[in-house]
């Protein structure tokens, strides 16, 4: 019964001389490869950048590769993957696998280098996606390009270890892909399979004579919503390489969400497989699956150590999942893993040590989740460690009975929040209307995203704020003055919205996490983003109070150096709940409802500051979509509301602003217009025809609408004929009562001289066709 006393659940009648364990395995997706203190990271910028050897940089990469090997195997984990590392990411190393290599890059054949694979990783054309978005065609010629999964292999054999190779699946390879450049919209990826094929077995007789006994394929594609056509398509691709698979053991990785039944039932008729792996963390229905069909002798890799949190696994909470599944697989059919590549989370909390250790107690990064894995293996085989499940069970109750968790309060006015809905009580035509009586703005009116250039400069006064090194009044001075400076410039340029240019913010998410409480932050849980680039999300742990306000003397202080309105600066509820690592002790959009209840408190205080047109970020509501259609609804009606919720109590006269990016909206048009912002600024310079379609919606919805006129991720300045052209590329669309002249997002990685002459000729663009209107 899965409520035995887990002691005495796994012990075996014991033979006289020695004991016989009956082993459940241990098994890890993936590991973070950044290093513990982002070793790898700054090597590659320093190889980018000249300053060091290729030799260096393979020195710095294998050595992350050894160390979390070492960690695995001396954990006692069994199934210890390979090929999970990466210079930059796994689909773009699967893309030199197979010799993808888009034609521009010039590669005919051989073993693709360090330099085609930098200059595809760099030259990608889309900043807003976690991997480098392979491009096909219907004439890529596809070929056995890179040996780096066989050359992983051997480097971990020679050190000792046997490991997992791992590579991302055919399927998954192809449905994540793009029709390249000049492809029609209706090209098939997959109709590339046969063509890809031949290289997975290649590489398949490749690992198997350098004597790998496993492959791990991993196809989180399954949880998605593919067809008939596509699930047919995946059980013939497997078919197709069983004879390469065989001498090899099998294991098809799923995660990030449930496996839907067709899928599952696709999955499990696979006959060339050994063992199906699932996220068992976000994926509850999975569950039903297994228990109403797993087929007899398969091992099922339980996905239970969430690979996309921080938090301490409740061992008990595993182990009673885990014994139901035996019970249900089979003994020694069930290996413990973890619900997806510990990619996602951070490293290692040993080094942590600023965080409070009652909080810490709380915590488990990449390196401790390979112990909980093991732990809970161990515990099946008779070895369970008994301190170690102790003092994970107190930790869980100490979380749960804290203070600092839960405030009553907090969680009475969400209750109270979620029973009506917020909307402002005039409509958006007639809002603008006595809004622009107020601010009496120029047709196509010019204001820009936020932020302006970070120098080094800023960024040390702030870092010595926060040491203490200089004092509150020389710190506001020093911002005062960059604000100055910002809003001089943006007066002599002619932008007729203002900001304050957001001197004061290291990011957008700690700058509000940091003044409000149920925040922690820590100093090394970087989570790579992609290539070199890595985030710090800060760590939601308990209900979230504003204990003062965040913004008001800032903007106050801004708005007083200038007679045209200055914009207050938030990030909404929903990018800060996207871009930190959440409690899972409560549903996500509860805790979104508390960040919105914190700001909405910040809007009112900005308002009666005086503040009159308010801009509320929500640069990451798209993140946050579920990948299952079926659950997207759900997201998009709380998320939208928590930004209502923001915003529903202010006077028609303050004029709301959001921004976003990303490039696809289409899919969410309507709630984006259901956000009932005043204006919206949205990042669109990469993506033109998708956004016409989207415009003619927003043309419905009247509000005013600003698609950035150029690109800011890029330092090329575009001229003033250049962005004249879009504006009236924009106008053939759009009504020109609507319509908001902006770059697309905000510009803090340009340096003054570009954002100068970048402004300059988009405002001598608006003028220009002002004039002719
Ligand atoms: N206001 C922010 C800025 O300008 C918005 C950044 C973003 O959208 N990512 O920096
Ligand atoms: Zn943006």
Redesign the pocket.
Known sequence: SPSLPCATVSRRPLRPGFYVARAMSSHIVGYPRIGPKRELKFALESFWDGKTSVDDLQNVAANVRKSIWKHMADTGIKYIPSNTFSYYDQMLDTTAMLGAVPPRYGWESGEIGFDIYFSMARGNACPNSHYIVPELGPDVKFSYASHKAVVEFKEAKALGIDTVPVLIGPMTYLLLSKPAKGVEKSFCLLSLIDKILPVYKEVLADLKSAGARWIQFDEPILVMDLDTSQLQAFSDAYSHMESSLAGLNVLIATYFADVPAEAYKTLMSLKCVTGFGFDLVRGLETLDLIKMNFPRGKLLFAGVVDGRNIWANDLSASLKTLQTLEDIVGKEKVVVSTSCSLLHTAVDLVNEIKLDKELKSWLAFAAQKVVEVNALAKSFSGAKDEALFSSNSMRQASRKSSPRVTNAAVQQDVAALKKSDHHRSTEVSVRLQAQQKKLNLPALPTT????FPQTTDLRRIRREFKAKKISEVDYVQTIKEEYEKVVKLQEELGIDVL?HG?AERND?VEFFGEQLSGFAFTSNGWVQSYGSRCVKPPIIYGDITRPKAMTVFWSSMAQKMTQRPMKG?L?GPVTILNWSFVRNDQPRHETCFQIALAIKDEVEDLEKAGVTVI?I?E?ALREGLPLRKSEQKFYLDWAVHAFRITNCGVQDTTQIHT???YSNFNDIIHSIIDMDADVITI?NSRSDEKLLSVFHEGVKYGAGIGPGVYDIHSPRIPSTEEIAERINKMLAVLDSKVLWVNPD????TRNYSEVKSALSNMVAAAKLIRSQL
């Open positions: 820009t995203i936020g932020s900001v957001e957008m600066m990030t801009q970020d640069a921004h976003m990016c990042e997002c905000g510009l803090k």
